[in-house]
């Protein structure tokens, strides 16, 4: 079992006749992916990789009954696509860019929950169900069917933490890429109530950085309603006060408000596995399994 996507997954390209988009399109084809439209305005009657193009989300959700967009366009037009996307009403929307504007995602996030749309990043590497379907831009072939269900918001902290377990036959259900810009669309606290329900997820891993309250609010989220084991990576220990680190939202603040410490401090609290590296996350992974 996986859920946000898997074999009946009917995904628009928004962005396909871009380089990435279409470089994307043709890997996720490769993987599997029923990649049934792309959309890009002024651009309809085209095709990409074989995968016919529409100016609008709208037409091609009528046409190809998709029910899901991952978005290859530059951050100053990912309002508009977005938007167009959960207004047609296609239920699960992936942001990739880096880099929208706040008050761009403070609009769609609020939007996107008005409307019943899942919506995730910005800034997100997308959404794989290893041996299914994958929504974005991972290297898949670093990915393997398991039990341990991942949630990241760094990219490359995730590929490192997945190709650790591969060397180690560690497998995954499903694996996300939350996004590490300011305002998400959904946090981790919205995703482990998913983690939570899905059968095939044993173990669940949460990869975090300094910055933000959204590691605070899922410790409490946790320590109500979570039974499975959660292992947390917390980045940036190092990282100055009022500094902005790799991603928009890693800011330590002055008064050390979204510190890695404090992050630490609830997690542990909620019962959650703390581990100091990718290294350490995976060695406490391999533990768990086989404590079972």
Same mark, same amino acid.
């Given at each position: 079992?996986?859920?946000?996507?898997?074999?009946?997954?009917?995904?628009?390209?928004?962005?396909?006749?871009?380089?990435?988009?279409?470089?994307?399109?043709?890997?996720?084809?490769?993987?599997?992916?029923? !990649?049934? *439209?792309?959309?890009?305005?002024?651009?309809?009657?085209?095709?990409?990789?074989? %995968?016919?193009?529409? @100016?609008?989300?709208?037409?091609?959700?009528?046409?190809?009954? *998709?029910?899901?967009?991952?978005?290859? %366009?530059?951050?100053?037009?990912?309002?508009?696509?977005?938007?167009?996307?959960?207004?047609?009403?296609?239920?699960?929307?992936?942001?990739?860019?880096?880099? !929208?504007?706040?008050?761009?995602?403070?609009?769609?996030?609020?939007?996107?929950?008005?409307?019943?749309?899942?919506?995730?990043?910005? @800034?997100?590497?997308?959404?794989?169900?290893?041996?299914?379907?994958?929504?974005?831009?991972?290297?898949?072939?670093?990915? $393997? &069917?398991?039990? #341990?269900?991942?949630? $990241?918001?760094?990219?490359?902290?995730?590929?490192?933490?997945? =190709?650790?377990?591969?060397?180690?036959? /560690?497998?995954?259900?499903?694996? /996300?890429?939350?996004?590490?810009?300011?305002?998400?669309?959904?946090?981790?606290?919205?995703?482990?109530?998913? =983690?939570?329900?899905?059968?095939?997820? &044993?173990?669940?891993?949460?990869?975090? &950085? /300094?910055?933000?309250?959204? +590691?605070?609010?899922?410790?409490?989220?946790?320590?109500?309603?979570?039974?499975?084991? #959660?292992?947390?990576? /917390?980045?940036?220990?190092?990282?100055?006060?009022?500094?902005?680190?790799?991603?928009?939202?890693?800011?330590?603040?002055?008064?050390?408000?979204? $510190?890695?410490?404090?992050?630490?401090? #609830?997690?542990?609290?909620a019962g959650v596995h703390i581990a100091?590296?990718?290294?350490?996350?995976?060695?406490?992974? +391999?533990?768990l399994i086989k404590g079972k």
């Open positions: 079992m996986s859920f946000l996507i898997d074999n009946e997954t009917r995904l628009i390209v928004q962005g396909i006749t871009g380089r990435e988009g279409a470089f994307h399109t043709e890997q996720m084809l490769i993987y599997g992916t029923q !990649v049934v *439209a792309g959309v890009t305005p002024g651009k309809g009657g085209a095709e990409v990789h074989g %995968v016919p193009v529409y @100016n609008t989300v709208m037409e091609a959700k009528v046409k190809h009954g *998709a029910n899901a967009a991952v978005l290859f %366009v530059p951050p100053k037009f990912m309002y508009g696509a977005a938007y167009e996307a959960i207004i047609s009403g296609i239920p699960l929307v992936i942001t990739i860019a880096e880099g !929208v504007p706040v008050h761009d995602m403070l609009r769609l996030h609020h939007l996107a929950r008005e409307k019943g749309c899942r919506l995730i990043g910005p @800034n997100s590497f997308g959404i794989i169900s290893p041996g299914k379907a994958k929504a974005g831009f991972m290297a898949h072939r670093i990915f $393997s &069917e398991g039990s #341990v269900g991942l949630m $990241s918001r760094s990219a490359t902290n995730a590929y490192e933490t997945v =190709f650790l377990m591969q060397q180690k036959g /560690i497998g995954q259900s499903t694996c /996300i890429g939350v996004g590490g810009d300011m305002i998400p669309g959904s946090p981790f606290v919205d995703m482990l109530p998913l =983690f939570e329900a899905d059968e095939q997820t &044993e173990i669940i891993v949460m990869i975090g &950085e /300094i910055g933000g309250g959204e +590691e605070e609010l899922a410790a409490a989220y946790i320590s109500e309603h979570v039974t499975k084991p #959660v292992v947390a990576l /917390i980045a940036g220990k190092n990282a100055p006060k009022d500094t902005s680190m790799g991603h928009a939202g890693a800011i330590v603040s002055p008064d050390g408000e979204g $510190s890695a410490e404090n992050k630490e401090a #609830v997690l542990r609290a100091e590296g990718t290294e350490h996350l995976v060695e406490i992974v +391999e533990q």
